[in-house]
């Protein structure tokens, strides 16, 4: 589910997907980084810039989209 601007709702990321985000020193570029999440910093149910995450790397940023089977480069 996808809020109003396409980005995706809390309930819909769990510690262990996988994700796009973009960080906060991305944001005027709009590039992203893929990686798994380790902990949702957001409390509430979604949020207009997206709801930010911590990777299992340690980066910081918010979910720009959460990666599928479907949504990999073989598809």
């Known amino acids: 589910m996808a809020t ?6 809390r ?4 510690p262990g997907s996988r994700v796009d985000i973009i960080t906060k020193a991305d944001q005027r570029s709009g590039k992203t980084v893929q ?3 380790k902990e949702i910093l957001t409390n509430t149910l979604s949020h207009p810039h997206g709801i930010k995450v911590r990777l299992t790397d340690g980066q910081v940023g918010r979910v ?4 599928t089977e479907s949504s ?3 598809k």
């Not at 109003?4 to 709702?9: L, M």
């Not at 309930?11 to 769990?14: M, S």
């Not at 720009?64 to 990666?67: K, N, S």
């Open 4 to 9: 109003k601007n396409n980005n995706p709702r």
């Open 11 to 14: 309930f819909a990321i769990q």
């Open 35 to 37: 990686g798994t999440v």
């Open 64 to 67: 720009h989209m959460i990666i």
């Open 72 to 74: 990999g480069p073989d």
